[in-house]
């Protein structure tokens, strides 16, 4: 059980790096779909995506950034269960976006971000436990437009903080991306690296590895075994190829398909414990949709 807790922490903790990364900051807008059918089931799942962020600047290199993101989860759970999964077909994740960065010295940027956060089934009026507060700071030192150096490259290094772990205390994140000469490039880190292959300006493709995944409460909780269900979880480790098209420097439409090689769709109680495991088989995995970015 302790092993199976940890790998849970894990993956939701850089689950939601990936919502706080900076490429997610730099987003001004995006519209996502991602798709994941169940192996050997007609079950499956879907999530409809749509971010804003909205930059202000204060003064020289300095800004205040406001935003809001919505998911919305679909479970389409066509097999037999032993609980009516009717409270299970539609999960609202809903994120309040505030962030600031500035030029902290001629090589680093600072920059802090806050998410209080909704995750339910928002079947009924909202409660305490369907809010989590979220954040996180970052320090970025972006040399990869300088062409002073031999090398170029971008570090962020980082500390998160996730309510939906359990963790009373802040994780790191690092990421490092370099380009290697006019048409490869690569960025190593978690929850995502990738090694890309630049056509021309408007087409490139890579090889990636990531992490994607959400924790939300149950709004009406079934009782499976005699306990009591109050929360529901994802978490995927997924491999592919990806393809980006880009109609402008800023607009870019994208899509990433491959496989998962971890997925763990769990019904949890409320001290998040595993109670009953909807799916934990590998399937193929779809994410494309389209972006604004700075």
């Not at 679909?74 to 962030?99: K, Q």
């Not at 996730?162 to 960025?187: D, M």
């Not at 992490?211 to 592919?240: C, F, M, R, T, W």
Request: glycine residues 6%; positive net charge.
């Amino acid at each position: 059980m302790i092993n199976k807790d940890i790998r849970f922490v894990f993956v939701l903790c850089f689950s939601f790096v990936c919502n706080l990364s900076i490429a997610q900051l730099t987003d001004i807008a995006r519209l996502e779909y991602s798709f994941i059918p169940q192996s050997n089931s007609e079950d499956h799942y879907t999530r409809l995506k749509a971010l804003f962020n909205y930059p202000i600047k204060v003064k020289e290199d300095n800004y205040l950034i406001l935003g809001a993101e919505y998911n919305r989860v679909f479970l389409n759970l066509e097999e037999e269960y032993p609980f009516d999964t009717s409270i299970l077909r539609r999960i609202h994740v809903i994120d309040l976006n505030i962030g600031y960065t500035f030029k902290w010295n001629k090589d680093w940027r600072f920059g802090v971000k806050i998410n209080p956060r909704i995750a339910s089934t928002l079947s009924r009026r909202l409660t305490s436990e369907d809010f989590f507060m979220n954040g996180g700071v970052f320090f970025v030192n972006d040399k990869s437009k300088d062409k002073g150096i031999k090398r170029p490259y971008r570090l962020i290094l980082g500390l998160t903080y996730n309510a939906t772990t359990g963790i009373p205390f802040p994780l790191p994140f690092i990421s490092y991306y370099r380009p290697i000469n006019e048409n490869w490039s690569f960025n190593a880190g978690v929850p995502k690296s990738n090694l890309k292959y630049t056509f021309n300006k408007s087409n490139n493709m890579q090889v990636f590895v990531g992490l994607d995944g959400y924790l939300a409460h149950l709004q009406d909780p079934a009782i499976i075994n005699g306990e009591k269900i109050d929360h529901i979880s994802l978490s995927v480790a997924v491999g592919g190829l990806g393809y980006e098209y880009c109609f402008t420097k800023h607009l870019v439409a994208y899509m990433y398909t491959g496989y998962t090689f971890r997925l763990n769709n769990v019904l949890r109680n409320k001290n998040r414990d595993e109670v009953y495991k909807l799916d934990d088989l590998n399937a193929f995995y779809l994410r494309t949709g389209i972006k604004f970015k700075i």
